[in-house]
């Protein structure tokens, strides 16, 4: 009777023992989840990371595609100050050349933008200077 007895305990502990088997799986299992968990959120702080870099790297091509707009701009600058440069140089011309014609006693028609009645000399020296 007594052993009828410790067999019932001795069952009822197994049984317990059992259960907290099931129970320590459990938990196995459920510190890998977290373990799991927390390289997710290792994860998703580098993704939010690389979601700021990849913003900052989106605002500095816009910054680049400005830039070169800008140096196309700048290089249109620097053609038009070749351009003016050369218009005043043809205006010189231009001022000379009528000097010289007004000196020599012609008409210059400005609306023509010619000398009517030019003699080649006159011509030649302002070419050349």
Avoid: F, P
């Avoid at 373990?35 to 816009?62: F, G, I, R, T």
């Amino acid at each position: 009777m007594k052993r009828l007895q410790l067999n019932k305990e001795s069952m009822k502990r197994l049984q317990l023992n059992k259960e907290s088997m099931k129970r320590l799986q459990l938990n196995k299992e459920s510190m890998k989840r977290l373990e799991l968990n927390k390289k997710s959120m290792k994860h998703l702080e580098l993704n939010k990371k690389s979601m700021k870099h990849l913003e900052l790297n989106k605002k500095s091509m816009k910054r680049l595609e400005l830039n070169k707009e800008s140096m196309k701009h700048l290089e249109l600058n620097k053609k038009s100050i070749k351009h003016l440069e050369l218009n005043k140089k043809s205006m010189k011309r231009l001022e000379v050349l009528g000097n010289l014609a007004l000196h020599d006693g012609y008409n210059i028609d400005w609306s023509e933008g010619q000398m009517l009645g030019h003699r080649e000399s006159s011509i030649a020296w302002c070419t050349r200077h």
